[in-house]
């Protein structure tokens, strides 16, 4: 179990205290791991809140820095799914609640970590909110398989459950309009919708002056070329990308590149079509991402379950549009900006017939709606205002 003993108060005068919790988090997980960092440097410049984060790692460790708090918990990891690890310890969860003192606590895994913290925070009076980060019955449909039957049972299924554990939240967010609209068809109650943003003086339109050089660097070559970035998972479809881009490649000339890592990364790789498809590292470094994401006339965003595509949205700041499988958080961005176009989930002749038009449209045009749609509407600091407006309106409310 975690000592906390050494670990002084937090911002004691905050008048507003976060505790984030979840397992989807790794050193080179995407999404959410942003989302925590972001959320940090947010609180760190605000002197009145604080922020405590609990997520899972290979041994206990406590770390501070301006006003924010990381707590690690041993735990072991989910095979087949690296870098995540499960969060099993509940007298851990419970010691931190106790001293972190949190006004609210977050919730970014629908799991395991609800389920162990509920107890502690319903003994200390604090509410819970979840921030639905994974679209969990497409999900799971897509890793499990099976017949239209087994789909539709599964699915069924998963909303259940979802429904009962939404019943342990004072609220729950999501990123997305349709998101929003699909939680409350499903029964799920308190939908509140703030979207996630993107860091624009890290990823703008003026990184691609310097396309050229970042290509090189990456041993990229010239010419049209489109990429995606993130966990090479079996939900995210990139073998359907892979699939459909032979037709693309001998019809545009446009390469494909994969930036990342992930378990489907031996399969992607073994696939017919694999060796032509240029493989990059997972990049630890925002500007260098962002270079990349820059130096693309395409990004592809594959990914029917997202619940917002946060690299998608990097990459239209920085000016660069985006095709999209037509269901998803991805896709309603793409539809809302006329930043891009879409092609049908899962068919590979879709890929190849809309990427093939993508590249015969005027990419330039594509990039200025992307980059304004970004640029107008995911700023973080206009983001997550929106989010502790939220916080402090499910406090006041349990509050009153």
Same mark, same amino acid.
């Given at each position: ?23 989807w ?5 995407g999404?959410?791991r ?20 609990v ?17 690690r ?21 419970a ?52 017949s ?11 909303w ?14 999501v @990123?997305?309009?349709? $998101?929003?609209?699909? !939680? ?7 939908? *509140? /919708? +703030?979207?996630l ?32 970035v ?29 930036v990342?890592?992930?378990p ?21 470094e925002r ?27 990097? @990459?239209?700041?920085? $000016?660069?549009?985006? !095709? ?7 896709? *309603? /961005? +793409? ?24 590249f ?36 006041d409310?349990?509050?009153?």
């Amino acid at each position: 179990m975690i000592d906390t003993s050494s670990a002084p108060p937090l911002r004691p005068q905050a008048s507003l205290g976060v505790l984030d919790a979840t397992e989807w988090f790794g050193e080179t997980s995407g999404g959410i791991r942003t989302y925590l960092r972001e959320k940090s440097r947010f609180v760190a410049a605000r002197p009145h809140l604080r922020q405590s984060i609990v997520v899972p790692g290979d041994q206990d460790a406590i770390s501070d820095e301006s006003g924010v708090r990381l707590f690690r918990l041993r735990g072991p990891a989910i095979p087949r799914h690296k870098p995540y690890r499960v969060m099993l310890s509940w007298r851990s969860l419970a010691r931190i609640v106790r001293h972190e003192r949190p006004h609210i606590i977050e919730v970014g895994s629908p799991f395991m970590v609800p389920w162990l913290l509920s107890p502690e925070a319903k003994r200390q009076g604090i509410p819970m909110v979840s921030f639905h980060h994974t679209d969990v019955a497409g999900v799971l449909s897509r890793v499990v398989g099976g017949s239209a039957t087994t789909q539709r049972r599964l699915t069924k299924a998963t909303w259940a459950y979802l429904r009962q554990l939404d019943r342990l939240f004072s609220a729950t967010i999501v @990123a997305t309009r349709g $998101g929003a609209d699909e !939680l409350r068809r499903e029964g799920i109650e308190r939908v *509140e /919708h +703030v979207p996630l943003g993107v860091d624009l003086t890290t990823f703008t339109s003026a990184r691609r002056q310097d396309r050229e050089a970042t290509r090189h660097a990456h041993g990229l070559p010239e010419g049209p070329l489109a990429g995606y970035v993130g966990r090479f998972a079996r939900e995210k479809e990139l073998h359907v990308v892979l699939d459909g881009w032979a037709h693309v490649e001998r019809t545009t000339g446009a390469r494909l590149v994969l930036v990342g890592a992930g378990p489907e990364e031996a399969r992607l790789r073994a696939h017919p079509y694999g060796p032509r498809v240029l493989f990059v590292p997972y990049l630890q470094e925002r500007d260098a991402l962002a270079d990349l994401l820059a130096a693309l006339d395409v990004y592809v965003a594959p990914g029917p379950a997202e619940t917002f595509g946060l690299s998608a949205v990097e @990459a239209m700041a920085c $000016g660069t549009p985006v !095709l999209s499988a037509h269901r998803g958080a991805v896709a *309603e /961005h +793409v539809l809302r900006s006329g930043g891009g176009l879409t092609y049908e989930a899962g068919n590979a002749s879709a890929v190849a017939a809309q990427g093939v038009r993508i590249f015969d449209a005027d990419l330039t045009q594509l990039g200025e709606r992307a980059e304004g749609f970004a640029t107008a509407e995911h700023g973080w600091p206009t983001v997550l205002n929106q989010l502790f407006a939220v916080y402090q309106r499910v406090v006041d409310g349990r509050e009153s």
